[in-house]
């Protein structure tokens, strides 16, 4: 676990800086895009008692691995160091202690978000819980997730220039097809990743 943590702080870390190269000094709302996630999410789960609804749960883990893109964010701004964060999480994980109400659970998470503007990871990990998203499932989402948003700033997303559709499919579709493709548990897993669009997106050209 320690080593998937670390791997995804460098991949936050990058990310944050492919957008802006001192985003740590920036004061960007963190906290602000984990609440709107949280409304977003809430939408998926359902929560309308005068219609009948059934929790999306895949979308809702699409949403919590976003969330987690702005909650690695706020932990690299405020932490001494990766090691540190990923000590932190480690533990802040085995505290998680789900309701069993899992509305109730992400209206707490999202409340101490908003007063304290600050990443509750033992509250996410009880929404992880609660939705029955595992580490491991998070940590190939996120990884995935990453590596995508990587590939399309490098070929144009800023300038308009990338194509999110190649050879008939949506991106995010053939992403799921590579990732089923590769040993996830590798330290090369990005790297496999990233090269596996390449050549699926240089092919459809």
Partial sequence: MKQQILAMLELQDAMNSKVNSNWAEQDFAWYRAIWVECAELLDHYGWKWWKKQTPDADQVKLELVDIWHFGLSILLLDSEGHDAIAELVGRQFAEARPSGDFRADLEAFTLHTLQTRKFAVADFAALMAGIDLSFDELYIRYVGKNVLNFFR???????????????????NEHLVEAVAELDHSGADFKDLLYQALSQRYLAST
């Fill in 153 to 171: 700033q490098d070929h144009g997303y800023q300038d308009g220039t990338y194509r999110k559709q190649w050879a008939g499919k949506e991106d």
